[in-house]
């Protein structure tokens, strides 16, 4: 048995806004576990952020509960974005592979970002009081004062070297990446796999067909 763990993205729902549909219907034999890291209202269409620790506890407890439930499978994880840091913080046990796409070097791409979207709509950056930010879909994400309160010290590029010890690590970076910019990892251990794709943030576009062809042959069993 072959099973895919997804840990999606900042402000996005367990499909990564379709990034994640479109690997798993490549892997038709696969089963495939998407889940919410944060607090989802329908009614109200919005959504809560929740803080990276509670979200590596999230990941922590599906990956143990698809362990206990199936001793013998080969399970993988796929990470997007911010996802990709809390994969790195969670470091699971007994994952065969995990591919990282568009990883960040840490917290300051994220915030960075959520300065730039505040700043195009009015709206006062502050750590200390809750974030309200339109999304382009409509949807509005809350950002809690909890959701800053990271482990200090976060250092993406040791936390992925020292994952890769444990699991088969590839990241695939996006060299034209709206979001986070120019991502350029310089102290990465040999063990992990670095493939640049020319893609946006999302990889959308022509590029989304050679991603999966790509995560396709990673991932075979």
Known sequence: MHIVVYSHGFGVRRDDRGLFTDIAAALPSTTHRMFDYNQVDEAANTMTVEPLEAQAQKLLGVIGNMQ???PSAAIDLICHSQGCVVAALAHPTGIRKSIFIAPPK???DTERRIKEICAQHGIAFTQE????????DGSTTIIPPAYWRAPGGLDAQDMY????????LTIITATEDEVLGVVVFDRLSPRVKLLPMTAGHNFEG???PELVDIITGELKV
Request: proline share 8%; no cysteine; charged share 35%.
């Open 206 to 208: 022509p590029a989304r």
């Open 129 to 136: 009081d809750v974030i309200r930010l339109p999304r382009r």
């Open 68 to 70: 206990r439930e199936h």
């Open 106 to 108: 840490g917290m300051l």
């Open 161 to 168: 070297s020292t994952f890769a010890e444990i699991t088969d």
